[in-house]
């Protein structure tokens, strides 16, 4: 079979190193009877070993000359969706009864709005673990006060506990890419421990108070609530978006819809 061309418009590095490939394994500790979806699985560094260890794995790949890599390791045990991952209706391809989890090298240039929209679409899922742009993982995983905390931080850590796993340098990819790569574990809540009473517009504080990181809330947030009332919820209106946890950012919004009522 001919090599395989990676192709820039995917965002496509191989992963190729069995070290981290068994790394990631033993953290993600699949069970034989797990409903597992792999996302970017690539020409299957990933998905081959993983496979003997459950009853049946799903992928999504939207690459054509990819999948006629991925046909031949994977039997009946393998199903391949040749889909757009930032796209699917994750509802139509998995079993709505059974909890998911979800694994993947993801392409570094859908990343984050792919995990946006897995966060939105699958409310059933137990567990992810990616491989991501380490900056991504630092921003992800970052506490308020870090310079890398901001909105994905916010979004993500209000849907999900997060977790730095490991560190993966780029001469572990064929080609190698330009940045770090780190791998993290994402858990949704069960109970989220700050409820939004609208989450549209949480997102909405939380992208207006970050569009201007240097600037304070009172002048980032001036036409959605005052500054009496970011006293009110002793929420100094001095302070900069960064320094707010996400309770707090919680707590601003579920302000705003009372004040609207």
């Known amino acids: 079979m001919p090599k395989h061309q990676a192709k820039k418009r995917f965002g ?101 709005p792919l995990i946006f929209h897995l966060l939105e679409t699958a409310p059933r899922i137990t567990d992810m673990h990616f491989m991501l742009q380490k900056e991504v993982i630092d921003r992800i995983t970052a506490e308020p006060g870090n310079k890398d905390f901001g909105r994905l931080s916010v979004m993500v850590q209000y849907r999900c506990q997060t977790e730095y796993l490991f560190f993966v340098g780029p001469e572990s990819f064929s080609p190698p890419p330009k940045v770090d790569s780190a791998v993290v574990k994402l858990t949704p809540w069960q109970e989220k421990p700050f409820q939004a009473s609208d989450e549209k517009l949480f997102a909405q504080v939380v992208t207006q108070a970050f569009s201007q990181r240097r600037k304070t809330l009172r002048n980032t947030l001036k036409k959605l609530i005052s500054a009496d009332d970011l006293n009110a919820l002793n929420i100094d209106p001095t302070r900069r978006a960064e320094t707010l946890s996400v309770e707090q950012f919680v707590a601003i919004s579920n302000r705003i819809s009372e004040l609207s009522e």
């Open 12 to 112: 496509q590095h191989f992963l190729n190193d069995a070290h981290i490939i068994n790394l990631l394994i033993t953290h993600i500790n699949p069970k034989q009877d797990d409903q597992m979806l792999e996302i970017g699985p690539g020409l299957g560094a990933l998905t081959k070993p993983i496979l003997p260890l459950l009853d049946h794995l799903q992928v999504i790949e939207i690459d054509r000359d990819v999948i006629n890599h991925l046909s031949h390791i994977g039997g009946d045990k393998l199903t391949i969706h040749n889909v757009d991952a930032l796209r699917v209706n994750l509802d139509e391809i998995i079993d709505v009864n059974r909890s998911l989890r979800v694994i993947g090298n993801l392409p570094y240039n859908i990343s984050t």
